[in-house]
């Protein structure tokens, strides 16, 4: 049963162009059908979190890790009796907006666009759902609900100051309200990504031999979890042991959120998801001794996996691979694909031009990218991980 401050389908805002209802499914399901149907979501399957995709096909890309985030806050957002269909069309679409190589890629192609209004992976995914996608009669994009949007700006909180300009141009069409927090569905996606990365970087780091499991079980809430599997199951084979180990991780973070946030969703009692969106802090919230917990694991994290030397050199061969690759797409749109022809010859100015190239480098995936550099420029010496555990 759905709570007082959820978000009302049959309440929603609507489309910027306005369609007819589905006799058997919600808006908010639409929204997650098309962003599933997307060309966009289809190529998070070969971009990467953290390693680059050809290191193997057990690490996590863009795709499981969207997947995996969505499964998380459909139950949170049950639980709390919020629409879980919003959570999910906004937790499968949040990284839509990735650059090939993760973060690292990210960095390259933000510095690249600083003259050109700037890139931003939340902003970027915004132009892709209302814009690059083009696949439907009516419209540009995904024609998503206002919720939706909204949810995909505003998802880690309000959004102040200077705007990136693919947020600037999308909040001037759609009024996003950028000043309040989101609702509670798209702070619930929010928080199930944070959930989401730091177990699955624990399995990701561990299968990579970045680290080990002593050197995990050292840490906060993980320590307990091999602790409690090693009591239940003693002598059990290391990978079970570790797999049980985790998952029971991943289920303290859940529990821990669940009870939280639905001990300050009572203590506020938003009268409905307006007022919910107008309480001045976000509701959806980690208890702070799990905050505090989550601290510690995260700059493991940092420090181990991240920034090891590994993964340093990957950053750097994929900044060199975005740097190369921006100034003869811009200097030579020519080498762009026939279908952005078109667009190329509407670009009014060189800045128009860049943003047309930073779009479709974003949009690529690793090996594109790999493989378009190969051709373009000449080969970049990809390095490898070591051999995993």
């Not at 401050?5 to 049959?10: M, Q, S, Y």
């Not at 900044?319 to 694909?337: K, N, S, T, W």
Request: proline residues 5%; contains cysteine; hydrophobic residues 45%.
């Amino acid at each position: 049963m759905s709570a007082r401050f959820a978000t009302d389908p049959l309440r929603a805002r609507g489309r910027r162009v306005p369609e007819e209802e589905s006799a058997f499914r919600s808006p908010f399901q639409r929204d997650r059908d098309r962003i599933i149907h997307s060309s966009a979501f289809r190529r998070l399957k070969h971009k990467t979190q953290v390693f680059v995709a050809h290191e193997g096909d057990y690490y996590r890309t863009r795709l499981t890790h969207s997947i995996e985030v969505a499964q998380v806050a459909r139950t949170i957002s049950g639980a709390l009796g919020l629409n879980a269909d919003l959570t999910e069309a906004v937790a499968l679409a949040h990284d839509l907006g990735h650059t090939p190589f993760g973060h690292a890629g990210e960095d390259a192609l933000a510095a690249l666009m600083a003259p050109y209004g700037g890139f931003d992976h939340n902003a970027q995914a915004l132009r892709i759902v209302t814009v690059l996608e083009r696949h439907y009669a009516e419209f540009d994009g995904l024609n998503l609900t206002w919720e939706t949007l909204e949810g995909l700006a505003k998802h880690n909180g309000p959004v102040t100051g200077d705007l990136p300009l693919a947020l600037a141009e999308c909040d001037a069409v759609h009024g996003l309200e950028l000043h309040t927090h989101a609702g509670g569905e798209a702070q619930v996606a929010a928080i199930a990504d944070d959930i989401a990365y730091n177990n699955h970087d624990l399995h990701d780091g561990l299968r990579a031999g970045l680290f080990t499991d002593d050197e995990i079980a050292a840490l906060p809430i993980v320590g307990a979890c091999y602790a409690e599997v090693d009591r239940r199951y003693p002598g059990l084979d290391p990978k079970r042991r570790r797999f049980e180990a985790l998952r029971r991780v991943f289920g303290e973070m859940v529990g821990d959120v669940i009870a939280t946030s639905g001990a300050r969703l009572a203590e506020s009692a938003p009268a409905d998801v307006a007022a919910l969106r107008h309480l001045g802090a976000p509701v959806i919230r980690f208890s702070p001794a799990m905050w505090q917990d989550l601290q510690a694991i995260r700059a493991f994290l940092f420090t181990r996996m991240y920034r090891a030397p590994a993964v340093n050199e990957m950053r750097r061969m994929v900044a060199r691979v975005i740097g190369d690759l921006f100034p003869v797409y811009l200097d030579a749109p020519e080498h762009l694909p026939e279908e952005w022809r078109a667009d190329v010859a509407r670009a009014p100015d060189r800045a128009a031009l860049a943003r047309l190239v930073g779009d479709y480098i974003a949009g690529m995936t690793d090996r594109f990218a790999l493989q378009s550099h190969a051709r373009l420029v000449g080969g970049a010496e990809v390095p490898h991980l070591p051999e995993g555990v």
